[in-house]
């Protein structure tokens, strides 16, 4: 008979601290399936979001790359804790919550922060698959070209845009170009003659649907978040144009100069007046860190200052956010200064973007800015020489070009005098 072996309480304590200890980690440490996933977003009214990501593992560290057509859009923010998955955003006040579940996808909501509430849309992410929309039925139209699209508001009345597609195939791509700015990098299928579109960014969740019909495209249907369905219908015209309609903002009569002082994102008052400002070109930016163009605007404007700041040209940039909580709108600018290394100041506006007064309190020498971005030149002697607004970003093909062109062209007219 063999004798009984007792351990002392204590350590008995430490055995089953140390394997709950191990447990724990284990937990903590659990990684999610490398690979390609399918993500869709429910709308309330049936309607479904649908974008891919690539999750990768690089040097112990998980990071996804959303795909919209050519762009990979790096999120490093994801954090696992047992089976939850945590997912920030790099732009924008946006974050996954999900649970990971037993064949590998992952199940939660998707949250954006808005002006006057956050928004949450159910969302599943499918592993394994890399194609974003199934084709059953041979492609029998082309939709490669340019068009003249008018959408239609939820109040019924016409909103004009130019589309430029490319299409190879059955696979699709291309945007939308409106007054304000475009829609990014799109990308689908035809389907027969039946088209889908889709991107998503953190801020754009947007499905366009149509039925092509030789020269005419019908039947559309726009997906964006949580708005309201907007009809949509298109004619191919390679010589479209989008309409000169939209009120320009300018200069009030007798003004030649803009005047204010707001603080950066440190809390430093920084004015226009400022030493740094005289005598040089200055560009100031009106943009939001809710705004995708301005996402696409900020990064080409980091790179051209980078290149002109020792040639007396400033860049200044007026962020004009959901709420006038200094701290809040701090954090999700700072995403946008961390992702372009952006070196130029960052100044914040006390007053909310849907301030219907925000002009009047802000910047009173202007007619109400309209557009975001907006992009101001001044002289070197500190007048307003340019107002532009809108942008057209690189998905937009060769009018990004073109808006490069004349970009550098001001500028170097601008220091030429």
Request: charged content about 20%.
């Amino acid at each position: 008979m063999k004798a009984a072996v007792f351990f002392p309480k204590s350590l008995v304590g430490f055995i089953v601290t140390v394997f709950l200890f191990v447990v724990n980690v284990h937990a903590q440490t659990k990684q999610l399936r490398t690979g390609w996933y399918r993500a869709a977003i429910a709308r309330e009214d049936g309607a479904v979001i649908i974008f891919n990501a690539e999750l990768q593992q690089k040097n112990g560290k998980q990071l996804l790359y959303i795909r919209n057509a050519t762009e990979r859009l790096l999120v490093d923010d994801i954090k696992v804790k047992g089976d939850s998955v945590h997912i920030e955003m790099p732009f924008f006040e946006s974050y996954f919550r999900l649970q990971l579940q037993p064949d590998g996808s992952l199940k939660g909501k998707w949250f954006k922060a808005g002006s006057l509430k956050l928004l949450e849309f159910p969302v599943t992410f499918v592993y394994g698959q890399k194609e974003r929309f199934t084709v059953s039925e041979a492609t029998t139209q082309n939709a490669t070209g340019r068009w003249q699209v008018s959408f239609t508001r939820p109040n019924g009345t016409d909103r004009p845009a130019i589309a430029e597609f490319k299409q190879n195939g059955s696979a699709l791509t291309g945007t939308f170009l409106t007054p304000s700015g475009d829609y990014r990098f799109l990308e689908g299928v035809v389907n027969g003659n039946e088209m889908q579109l889709s991107c998503f960014d953190g801020s754009h969740a947007y499905y366009f649907t149509a039925t092509i019909n030789g020269n005419e495209i019908s039947n559309g249907k726009f997906f964006s978040s949580a708005s309201p369905v907007e009809p949509w219908r298109a004619t191919k015209n390679n010589t479209a144009a989008l309409p000169d309609t939209t009120p320009v903002t300018q200069l009030k009569p007798g003004e030649s100069k803009l005047n204010f002082s707001f603080k950066d994102v440190n809390g430093k008052t920084v004015s226009i007046n400022d030493a740094r400002f005289k005598n040089k070109v200055v560009v100031i930016q009106i943009m939001g860190s809710w705004c995708p163009n301005c996402m696409d605007e900020s990064k080409f404007l980091s790179s051209f200052y980078k290149e002109y700041k020792s040639k007396r040209v400033e860049v200044l940039a007026l962020a004009y956010e959901y709420s006038t909580d200094f701290n809040r709108s701090k954090a999700s600018i700072q995403k946008f200064i961390k992702r372009f290394g952006i070196q130029y100041p960052v100044l914040i506006p006390p007053v909310t973007v849907s301030d219907e007064q925000r002009t009047e309190k802000t910047l009173p020498q202007l007619t109400p800015i309209r557009s975001f971005p907006t992009t101001i030149f001044l002289t070197k002697s500190g007048n307003v020489s340019v107002i532009h607004q809108g942008f057209f970003g690189p998905g937009t093909g060769h009018f990004y070009d073109e808006f490069k062109v004349e970009f550098y062209r001001t500028i170097r007219s601008l220091l030429a005098d």
